[in-house]
């Protein structure tokens, strides 16, 4: 009966992972058809659209996509996404660490209603505010710089507020007693405690922080009009021209080098990743 078992759970096994391995090759196969297609011509992109493989390799598209367009070279673009992503992503994890030390540690006025306004944040979709916002930064003559996408991030972002009030909340609260008997003040115990052993989830925040401002394409279509500040992932739709032929090569070449960064930080951050994400919510 043991014996049966086992070939029970083996089988099961077996099935699981043919189904995962099946899965994940559907889920990759539309990445793996654009980084390819982007060593083919143009023509031949769509005409060979069923296979993977180009006829010949060619480098021509990555030549062409980063001359960009106008004169403006892609150089230009990555530099932005990189100042775009780099403060904000500086921005969101600081502000974010802060208040959630603050939820989790600190009791003050209204402390329940600030906390329920924060999660209801969270729950509203950016086309909700989209309009508001505008006409607030717009009033303020903030629209046509970067200051209405980066300026935001510096007062907390729900998601990784929540983030770190519950692994702080796993955090002995023998460590804070401890430090103040020490004579630390709550910021000394913030930076010299709490900020350490945070550290999982403050790069949880950083890596989905940067990914979203890298990946973002609303905000500077709303903001931006000036192509000398364009980000990559507004400047790809450059290569778009419904009126008349698009180079969907260069498109498809300048789309695979704006996954490199992102694939740098999952492959060197992924430890802390998934640290941060698995010991969410985990009391100590």
């Known amino acids: 009966m043991k014996t049966g078992y086992k070939e029970k759970r083996t089988a099961i096994t077996v099935i699981y992972h043919i189904f ?32 993977l493989i180009p006829e010949t390799f060619s480098f021509t598209n990555y030549h062409v996509g980063w001359k960009g367009f106008a004169g403006y070279g892609f150089a230009t673009f990555f530099k932005n996404s990189f100042i775009i992503a780099g403060l904000s992503t500086v921005g969101a994890v600081i502000s974010s660490a802060v208040i959630g030390y ?45 200051l209405p996408i980066i300026v935001p991030q510096f007062f907390g972002q729900g998601f990784f507020i929540f ?15 401890a430090a103040r008997m020490d004579g630390c003040s709550i910021y000394s115990i913030f930076v010299r405690i709490i900020l350490p052993l945070i550290k999982p989830s403050l790069v949880t925040s950083a890596i989905f922080s940067f990914m979203w401002r890298w ?25 778009s021209d ?38 969410t919510g985990i009391k100590g």
């Open 102 to 146: 603050g939820f989790s540690r600190i009791d003050f006025k209204f402390k329940g209603f600030w906390f329920a306004c924060m999660l209801l944040s969270m729950m509203l979709p950016f086309q909700v505010i989209m309009i508001p916002q505008y006409i607030i930064f717009n009033q303020i003559g903030w629209v046509g710089s970067y």
């Open 163 to 177: 983030l770190n009030i519950q692994f702080i909340k796993g955090i002995p609260m023998d460590l804070d007693e």
């Open 20 to 51: 995962t391995f099946f899965f994940a090759c559907v889920m990759i196969y539309p990445l793996v058809w654009m980084v390819m297609s982007s060593f083919k011509n143009t023509n031949e992109i769509f005409r060979t659209a069923a296979s």
């Open 215 to 239: 990946d973002d394409f609303l905000a500077a279509l709303l903001y931006l009009s000036d192509p000398l500040k364009y980000p990559v992932s507004y400047a790809l739709k450059m290569f």
């Open 242 to 279: 419904p009126t008349a032929g698009s180079d969907w090569g260069a498109m498809f070449a300048m789309a695979t080098l704006s996954l490199i960064p992102i694939f740098v930080i999952f492959l060197t951050m992924q430890k802390y990743l998934v640290e941060g994400i698995a010991s």
